[in-house]
């Protein structure tokens, strides 16, 4: 069973900017795709960004232009570059790695907090 560690959240001001960095206890070769997620309080997670082994990637439309998703496949990581933080990016932020067999398989990471707050 692969285990995803994140690190790199914390409190920042508006404006500001944090790096997320997810640890993955495997090869992360044998991830389809891999991303970051998010849950505000009193919301659902959501999808923040994502990106396939072919180096494809997807973001979510409120942090377009402003986060950047990274993949090392030589160091096991994936990182989330967030710049120009806002008070509405607050959140625990969750790495997620899907394997794409006969069925799709989910792992996840226990989640990092963000907050974004003056």
């Known amino acids: 069973q692969v285990q995803l560690v994140e690190s790199g959240g914390g409190l920042v001001q508006p404006g500001g900017s944090l790096r997320l960095s997810c640890l993955a206890s495997d090869s992360i070769f044998r991830f389809n795709v891999m991303g970051w997620y998010r849950q505000a309080p009193g919301k659902q997670r959501e999808l923040v960004a994502e990106?396939?082994?072919?180096?494809?990637?997807n973001y979510a439309d409120s942090v377009k232009g402003r986060f950047i998703i990274l993949r090392d496949n030589g160091k096991n990581t994936i990182d989330l570059q967030m710049n120009s933080l806002k008070p509405e990016d607050t959140a625990v932020y969750y790495c997620?790695?899907?394997?794409?067999?006969?069925?799709?398989?989910?792992?996840w990471g226990q989640g990092t907090q963000v907050t974004v707050s003056s």
């Open positions: 997620n790695a899907v394997q794409l067999q006969r069925l799709r398989y989910d792992y």
């Open positions: 990106i396939t082994d072919g180096g494809i990637t």
